[in-house]
């Protein structure tokens, strides 16, 4: 039986380009026993990929530990195989050869082969080999159902095809621990919900790490899960919450709501309220305030960007006749927004809120946060 992969009190610094500063893992700590798969997930740029190119070896962290067992590992002996995100291909390749050049990645074993050998003793070993590679690829490509296509270059195949492909070249490798970077791309969620059955059904005692900012995954398929433990790492890259799918779906802090909606705005439905908030009360007259999630950052955008946006507040009454409220974001914080409204809210009256990158979702005043904040001084509003 293999050993456990533990990380603990595993610690990323912040990018010092690309990336919102502060998006770092801090103080991660998680097991993944063999045949089990454990996501950590987290929103969009929270040091996904640096966390998995960690776990293999590529990346060297600036603190905690990651051991095998009783084993702590460097880059050169790190038993983990890994599917980048995206599958990572190599484009002028067929999908045979792709996953066959993950078969001849075993270069320690075949070292220690021909260290003895003479020239002509190494051609044979290196055509037996070839022969042996060639029948693990054919059993690979058959189980995933790949046989018809196996002569086409990547672009020519579906996004699920591509994934199987480097979950076979993965697992070729032979390697004990499977680290999957599911962050960003284009591939559906399906894609990977797939990849982690295969890997599944080829190896069941695979411990798998999946590093992803998908929440989608979750709920990709629920009867059975394709995640057996769940890692939520919030904003500031602690962790907010663990445990199985099922009571990870139902998240129990801001935090954690603002990572498994994966919404561009953090507005929570009040019939999704839970309970572990606080009841949010009934809206009183008094109540001049709710806090919304900024819209998301991008590659491509900034978080200055993020806080130049504005935002525009409609007070809806019983039919539905709007009043207007035009505010700016108030520095709060890099995710919440404080937003201040000119004149007090009805009691019944519903909110609508819209932002200029971002979508419009109508909620209940109620849904506002649980706990009154304190507005910060010099709050601007435009009429």
Do not use: K
């Amino acid at each position: 039986m293999c050993p456990d992969l533990q990380l603990t009190d595993l610690e990323l610094a912040p990018t010092a380009t690309g990336g919102v500063p502060g998006r770092a893992v801090n103080g991660l700590s998680c097991t993944v026993a063999p045949g089990q798969v454990v996501a950590v997930i987290g929103e969009t740029g929270f040091g996904g990929t640096r966390l998995a190119r960690a776990v293999v070896g590529l990346d060297e962290p600036a603190g905690g530990r990651i051991s095998f067992g009783a084993h702590q590992w460097s880059a050169d002996e790190a038993p983990c195989a890994f599917v980048p995100s995206g599958g990572g291909l190599i484009p002028q390749l067929s999908l045979r050869r792709n996953m066959l050049f993950g078969a001849r990645m075993r270069e320690e074993i075949r070292a220690r082969e021909e260290s003895t050998a003479g020239w002509l003793e190494r051609r044979r070993i290196r055509w037996r080999r070839y022969g042996q590679d060639s029948e693990q690829v054919d059993r690979m490509l058959s189980a995933f159902q790949l046989s018809a296509v196996e002569r086409y270059v990547p672009d020519r195949v579906s996004a699920a095809q591509r994934m199987l492909t480097a979950l076979g070249r993965a697992l070729l490798h032979g390697r004990p621990v499977l680290v999957v970077d599911a962050t960003g791309g284009q591939e559906p969620d399906g894609a990977y919900v797939q990849l982690l059955d295969q890997a599944r059904a080829q190896r069941p005692d695979l411990a798998v790490l999946l590093c992803t900012d998908r929440p989608g995954l979750l709920r990709a398929r629920t009867d059975p899960y394709a995640i057996d433990w769940v890692v939520v790492v919030g904003y500031r890259g602690t962790v907010v919450t663990q445990g199985p799918p099922a009571m990870v779906a139902r998240p129990g802090s801001v935090d954690a709501a603002a990572v498994l909606y994966g919404d561009p705005m953090l507005v929570v439905p009040v019939d999704d309220w839970p309970t572990e908030w606080g009841a949010p009360g009934p809206a009183a007259p008094g109540a001049d305030w709710m806090v919304v999630g900024a819209p998301a950052t991008t590659g491509t955008g900034t978080a200055s960007r993020a806080r130049g946006s504005q935002l525009v507040v409609e007070v809806l009454g019983r039919h539905e006749r709007p009043r207007f409220h035009r505010v700016r974001a108030v520095a709060g914080g890099r995710r919440d927004w404080l937003l201040r409204l000119r004149t007090p809210v009805p009691v019944g009256h519903r909110v609508r809120v819209s932002a200029t990158p971002g979508r419009a979702i109508r909620v209940p005043l109620n849904a506002a946060a649980p706990s009154t904040p304190v507005p910060p001084d010099g709050a601007e509003v435009a009429s």
